[in-house]
């Protein structure tokens, strides 16, 4: 059974740093690799999706990588803000629809 | 605007009673989601539909049941069944299911028992 692990499961920093997310997953058939952001008592937005044939994706000052082989991805964010403070979780789908990591709480600090 | 729409925002259950949460989405969106969010933990799938008058359970279908009469419209109902339905409540489209594309989520239904 897939199994998703996200650390840290909290993190604060000053504005301005660069930050890595990280997650990690068992098994290593997977589609894809979705990368989301929550705010508190808010749904899900969707920030990145990395097809299992893809090393990375980009967008604005969000950089996701995947490592399939090694179960293995990070969320890079470049330039953090106060705006980017929220709960990021990250799903990988296989034969079954999507399996949640429990996410990590980022505190961008002004 | 095309998008994912629960509702109530807010729903009380009283002990022994039966609630039913609404999803709805004008997206075109074949394959809907219910998700279960306790605080601290990520989200656990209930049912999942990938076309109407078809549904499937998830991780944790007890004490929930599931109905997909139209494309748009995919209502969660907390049985009286379910022991401990305290929880944020998720709703989510996608385009395809087994093509596992991007999903969409709506704002979600907190559940608190009286």
């Known amino acids: 059974k897939q199994e998703v692990t996200q650390i840290p499961a909290a993190l604060s920093v000053p504005e301005g740093e660069n930050l890595v997310l990280n997650c990690s997953f068992t098994d290593s058939a997977i589609y894809n690799l979705q990368w989301f952001r929550q705010d508190p008592g808010k749904g899900l937005t969707s920030l990145l999706l990395?097809?299992?044939?893809?090393r990375e994706q980009t967008s604005g000052r969000l950089n996701a990588s995947l490592d399939k082989s090694s179960g293995r991805s990070t969320l890079y964010i470049a330039a953090s803000q106060p705006g980017d403070s929220a709960t990021y979780l990250c799903?990988?789908?296989?034969?079954?629809?999507?399996?949640f990591g429990k996410g990590t709480r980022l505190s961008v600090i002004a | 605007d095309g998008g994912i729409t629960q509702s109530p925002k807010y729903l009380f259950r009283k002990e022994g009673q039966n609630v039913t949460l609404s999803c709805e989405q004008n997206?075109?969106?074949?394959?809907m989601y219910w998700y279960r969010q306790d605080p601290g933990q990520g989200l656990r799938l209930i049912y999942y539909?990938?076309?109407?008058?078809?549904?499937q359970k998830g991780d944790i279908a007890e004490g929930y049941s599931v109905s997909r009469e139209k494309k748009e419209s995919f209502p969660l109902t907390v049985t009286s069944a379910q022991k401990n339905p305290t929880a944020f409540y998720l709703c989510?489209?996608?385009?395809?299911?087994?093509?596992?594309?991007?999903?969409?989520f709506g704002p979600g239904t907190r559940l608190l028992v009286l």
């Open positions: 990395i097809q299992s044939s893809q």
């Open positions: 997206l075109n969106h074949d394959a």
């Open positions: 799903a990988v789908s296989g034969n079954t629809p999507l399996v």
């Open positions: 539909s990938q076309i109407v008058n078809d549904f």
């Open positions: 989510a489209s996608s385009t395809d299911q087994e093509r596992q594309e991007t999903q969409y």
